[in-house]
Nanobody, 126 residues
Framework: VQLQASGGGLVQPGGSLRLSCAAP????????MGWFRQVPGKEREFVAAFRRSTGRRYYADSVKDRFTISRINVNSTVYLQMNNLKPEDTAVYYC????????????????????WGQGTLVTVSS
């Protein structure tokens, strides 16, 4: 199962981008979809996630109040609206999902997710 992430690009500081993640091959019920990001030489870090059963959204402190993750729509697509982007947001962004209903602490852990997209590069620079 391969997720399809898109929407990355080059944007100036203070700008906005919207990433999308589609899961056309997924046949199982999606409980959680998450976004992570990674820069060379660093571990993949949690950005945001949406839990379908509760409608709850989770965010890393570094992106809270700037990024918004959408609900999972009927086509198993989720969006990440990124506003007021900063140079430190530069990274490859990955979406991920799992057929498991994760406990809350696992939502923030990349190892808890089974299926990933190919990544989309976001560069924030003037």
């Amino acid at each position: 199962v391969q997720l399809q992430a898109s929407g990355g690009g080059l944007v100036q500081p203070g700008g906005s981008l919207r990433l999308s993640c589609a899961a056309p091959e997924v046949t199982f019920a999606i409980y959680v979809m998450g976004w992570f990001r990674q820069v060379p030489g660093k571990e993949r870090e949690f950005v945001a996630a949406f839990r379908r059963s509760t409608g709850r959204r989770y965010y890393a402190d570094s992106v809270k109040d700037r990024f918004t993750i959408s609900r999972i729509n009927v086509n198993s697509t989720v969006y990440l609206q990124m506003n007021n982007l900063k140079p430190e947001d530069t990274a490859v962004y990955y979406c991920a999902t799992t057929p498991s209903s994760l406990i809350q602490s696992s939502i923030f852990q990349s190892a808890a997710y089974d299926y990933w997209g190919q990544g989309t590069l976001v560069t924030v620079s003037s």
